[in-house]
């Protein structure tokens, strides 16, 4: 017998239909003798609904009234995906994320989790029950709802796996498992059987929300099993997150693109070229709680250089304000900046030992007429900054040439 997590997203519960599937499914294993919390996301679409709908009261919604209104979607999930297990026989529980007590901080709208009370949830799990919670939400000290920004279900489900130290946790969606990349974009992408928790935090923090950043890494924290799966097919192992390299992992060179259009690019020219001068512009954004992603600094000429950084598209307007009295303090030229921009990265641990991956990206690209406008590189991904409309164009251009359609 195992305690297992498993977690469904909005696809797979997105109509009374596939909440019955995900019931059928939950039953089949808990007849096999295990322990089951299932944590659900709201129906598909009806987080994006509602964000709509809070937009039409606020131009930025007020963010703790946000998150009263934002987790409502996963409310109705729990208790609709009860009633299906109640229906099947079986004895079942809804919780929401305040009633099991995930207790976050109060970071309105990004909450992080701080701690679980897993007590209750042990409780019925030994007298039987199925234990069902909403994905997505927590709350605060003070009492007060939170939510755990946007795909934030996979790290309740990962978050409560460590909690009660389970076996797996399994986190079905919508595609059957981890693939090379998107399959939305590159139809030939091919599953991965496994992928490694460095490879998948870069492929997750790159762009690829299959699973949310925070869920991968506080699986790699706390060492938990993760498993990504299809709800949709009956049979399948799905992506295992592993801890190894496996042999057969270090003969790719590559495992996945990722990509996002999720940034915007800000350019300070003729800023004077002397210490502190990085400081003086990224220190009141970072002040800001601001997120800088990719940096380049030109090399300098006549005392003066450039310097330009990427951040969230959600940040883009508050950047370009603080930028405004540093542009003047610092006397630079001028400030550029857009948001048509895209970020492609190629993500592989097999990097490590193979010369000539960024070669090959840069040819590739070069063919295709793609210019680069950013460059940055760690030891297991490279990552460029294109113009968004080219986007689809270089993922599918570099899947090909790193030949990550042939089964490896
Ligand atoms: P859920 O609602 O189940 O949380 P998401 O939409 O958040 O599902 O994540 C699944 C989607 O992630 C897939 O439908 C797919 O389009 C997308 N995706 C992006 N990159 C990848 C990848 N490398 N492998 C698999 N799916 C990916
Ligand atoms: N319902 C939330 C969202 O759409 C959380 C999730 O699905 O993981 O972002
Ligand atoms: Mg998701």
Redesign the pocket.
């Known amino acids: 017998m195992a305690l297992i997590v498993q ?6 519960v997105g109509s009374p239909e596939r909440v019955k599937n995900v019931a059928r499914r939950v039953a089949k294993w808990k007849k096999q003798g295990h322990q089951l919390v299932v944590v659900v ?1 709201a129906m ?1 679409g009806e987080t994006n609904r509602l964000v709509a709908l809070a937009k039409e009261m606020q131009a930025q919604p007020d963010p703790r009234e946000f998150d009263v209104m934002a987790s409502t979607g996963e409310q109705v999930t729990i208790a609709l995906l009860a009633m299906a297990l109640l229906e099947l026989g079986l004895k079942a529980r809804s919780y929401t994320g305040g009633q099991v007590r995930i207790l976050t901080d109060s970071a309105f709208t990004k909450a992080r989790i701080l701690s679980i009370d897993e007590a209750r949830m042990r409780a019925d799990l030994e007298a039987g029950y199925v234990v069902v919670v909403a994905g997505f939400q927590g709350v605060d000290e003070a009492g007060n709802i939170t939510t755990l920004g946007r ?1 934030g ?2 790290t309740t489900g990962v978050a409560l796996a460590a909690a009660l130290k389970a076996d797996e946790c399994q ?5 059957d ?9 590159v139809p030939e ?1 091919r ?1 991965l059987k496994s992928i490694t928790f460095e490879e998948m935090l870069e ?1 997750a923090s790159l ?6 950043i925070r869920s991968v890494e506080l699986a790699g924290k706390y060492n938990v099993r993760l498993r ?1 799966l299809s ?1 949709f097919e009956e049979e399948g192992e799905g992506t295992l997150i592993t801890f190894e390299e496996d042999k057969h992992m270090e003969q790719a060179s590559l495992s ?3 990509f996002n259009r999720d940034e915007a690019k800000i350019t300070i020219l003729g800023v004077p070229d002397r210490p502190g001068i990085a400081y003086q512009i990224l220190g009141p954004v970072g002040d800001a709680n601001i997120d800088v992603d990719m940096i380049v600094q030109n090399v300098g000429h006549d005392g003066m250089t450039d310097v330009s950084f990427t951040v969230h598209r959600n940040d883009y307007q508050k950047a370009l304000q603080i930028l405004k009295p540093i542009q003047a303090h610092l006397k630079a030229r001028e400030v550029l900046g857009g948001d048509k921009i895209a970020k492609v990265s190629v993500v592989g641990v097999g990097m490590r030992s193979h010369a000539g991956i960024a070669s090959t990206m840069f040819r590739t690209l070069a063919e295709e007429g793609i210019n680069i406008q950013m460059i940055s590189t760690s030891e297991i991904k490279i990552s460029v900054v294109i113009d968004e409309k080219y986007m689809e164009l270089a993922v599918r251009v570099l899947h090909k040439a790193f030949g990550l359609e042939q089964a490896a």
């Open positions: 977690k469904y997203g909005g696809t797979s996301s598909s795909g279900s996979d986190i079905y969606t919508d595609v498992g981890v693939y090379t990349t998107d399959p939305r974009i992408a599953r492929m762009g690829s929300k299959v699973l949310q990504v709800s996945g693109i990722a």
